[in-house]
């Protein structure tokens, strides 16, 4: 089992929804991602918080709104998303940077938009 | 441009048969290759590969690092049904203390 929970599980939302995606750690990790997959595809990364601080944003749309509020809590806030968007939404953490930087990832979210 | 292309992409076997997975990269300041397990949620971690030659070994599952000739490859012995999943390699680097590579998987069917 994971230690990474993400909750919902599952979630379908329409076009104009707002909704939040959950994640939280409780291994001390100081990293937390956030991953976008699509079917047959690798994951794809979205976003890095270190520290509680966002360190990468992988050019993604402004639809998708992550936040931190502690070390052991990542969100995903969405908003106006597209079919498109459409996909398994996947938390991940690490204990933080160096060469023993594991990721561990959480069971995901399935985001349908319609 | 730094990739990492894993073969098969994918392999149909019957229950009890070895495989070899590989995974083959070309990534400018390599630091580690790690392999996960993906069933329908979520990828699960195998193994993280930083030395060459060391052989990693869980149960009937082995993997190994060549850095000479840039790959890894994936061992599982005695196959089960549950062994069937997407097995994806990715690669980390040393530009990024975040980001991964990831290769495109090899899906695994295991027949009974």
């Known amino acids: 089992d994971t230690e990474v929970t993400q909750t919902p599980k599952h979630l379908v939302m329409g076009m104009t929804n707002k909704k939040s995606l959950k994640c939280e750690q409780h291994m001390g990790h100081r990293a937390m991602y956030w991953y976008k997959q699509k079917a047959k595809k690798p994951p794809e990364l979205m976003f890095v918080y270190s520290y509680e601080k966002l360190s990468i944003n992988e050019s993604v749309p402004s639809r998708f709104s992550p936040e931190c509020p502690n070390s052991s809590l990542l969100n995903l806030h969405l908003h106006a998303l597209q079919p498109e968007d459409s996909a398994l939404y996947l938390c991940a953490s690490s204990r933080g940077t160096g060469i023993g930087n594991t990721i561990y990832f959480g069971e995901g979210s399935w985001l349908t938009v319609v | 441009e730094d990739k990492v292309v894993q073969s098969p992409l994918s392999l149909v076997v019957h229950e009890g048969d070895t495989v070899t997975l590989n995974c083959s990269y070309e990534?400018?300041?390599?630091?580690?290759l790690l392999w996960y397990k993906q069933e329908k949620k979520a990828p699960t971690f195998l193994f993280m590969l930083?030395?060459s030659g060391i052989e990693k070994k869980s149960g009937r599952l082995s993997s190994i690092l060549d850095k000479k000739e840039l790959f890894s490859i994936l061992n599982i012995t005695a196959t089960q049904t549950g062994d069937s999943a997407v097995y994806l390699c990715?690669?980390?680097?040393?530009?990024?203390?975040?980001?991964?590579?990831w290769g495109a998987g090899t899906k695994l069917i295991i027949k009974p």
């Open positions: 930083t030395s």
């Open positions: 990534v400018t300041n390599f630091r580690s």
């Open positions: 990715a690669v980390g680097y040393m530009d990024s203390n975040y980001q991964l590579i």
